[in-house]
């Protein structure tokens, strides 16, 4: 019989503290629905969060694995990264299991998304911890009477050791935007190693880990940080983007330390460059799921 799991308060948040039997981890806001910890069992934390963060109604959080919707960047008119990693959700179901720990929020339209988005939609944010993995699902669904597009991401910095020890790998063979020299490329080597500024979106990473289950064969990105090794799987974001700010656009962020872009990188689940369209009453979901080697 699943127990449910009350709210809680973090960083004068409302907050779920999940918790699975075997003792996975994970903290999530209200606000935002934005995911700030995630530690696997027997392990430490795997999550970025800057020490200068704002924990403010109306702002959004830096680090963790924020909610971008229904805009990703600056690639439209609304918001940077949209609205819904700064608006409260609501919660659905938050439980343990029997072998896992799960949280849902949602997210409605309102009168204030309306004057920026005229939309009815319904968004819900699903986290599951358990032993060394965790799922993010993001799912939206079309209430209105006209089609809606949008673009997202699960913006999930993940911590590191050292970024100079660090790379990515299964990137190979992927063409990619690079929004830093603005230009279109492809990633010839297989592991992409770290040394400065770097935001590209890479291009049908979803088609590849489906051929490469076809195949019998993984498809994975991996994180590689010294000894440590996080697989890292999509399911319908067709686009995976990464980015590490460097150590001049770091400086100039206020909520991040000057040294924090050697201790982070986000690899993120996204649908940026076609964007998702739903006729009325149709639904879509996007998950990511990160395992702990």
């Given at each position: 019989m699943p127990t449910s799991i009350a709210i809680t308060r973090h960083q004068g948040q409302d907050a779920l503290q999940l918790q699975a039997p075997d003792g996975a981890r994970a903290t999530l806001l209200l606000h935002g629905a934005h995911l700030v910890s995630w530690i696997p069992a027997g392990a430490d934390e795997q999550l970025y969060l800057s020490p200068r963060s704002a924990f403010a109604t109306g702002q959004a959080v830096r680090g963790g694995v924020p909610v971008c919707f229904p805009q990703f960047a600056e690639r439209g008119p609304l918001q940077k990264h949209g609205f819904?990693?700064?608006?409260?959700?609501?919660?659905?179901?938050?439980?343990?299991?029997?072998?896992?720990?799960?949280?849902?929020?949602?997210?409605?339209?309102?009168?204030?998304?309306?004057?920026?988005?005229?939309?009815a939609f319904e968004a819900e944010l699903s986290v599951r911890v358990a032993g060394r993995t965790l799922e993010i699902e993001l799912a939206c669904s079309n209430q209105g009477d006209a089609p809606l597009s949008f673009t997202a991401a699960l913006h999930t910095y993940l911590r590191l050791g050292s970024v100079m020890r660090a790379s990515l790998q299964g990137l190979g063979g992927l063409a990619y935007w690079d929004s830093v020299d603005k230009r279109a490329a492809t990633q010839h080597e297989d592991l992409l190693r770290l040394d400065g500024e770097l935001d590209r979106i890479y291009q049908g990473v979803e088609e590849r880990l489906l051929r490469g289950a076809e195949q019998g064969h993984g498809q994975d990105l991996t994180l590689r940080d010294g000894d440590r090794r996080v697989a890292i799987r999509q399911q319908g974001f067709q686009d995976a983007v990464v980015w590490n700010p460097g150590e001049a656009k770091c400086a100039q962020l206020a909520d991040m330390p000057e040294d924090g872009w050697r201790q982070m990188l986000c690899v993120e689940a996204a649908q940026v460059l076609n964007p998702v369209t739903l006729a009325p009453g149709e639904d879509w979901a996007g998950m990511q799921r990160l395992e702990l080697l």
């Open positions: 819904a990693r700064a608006k409260p959700w609501q919660l659905v179901t938050a439980e343990v299991g029997t072998d896992d720990a799960l949280a849902v929020l949602r997210l409605n339209d309102d009168a204030a998304t309306r004057m920026v988005w005229p939309h």
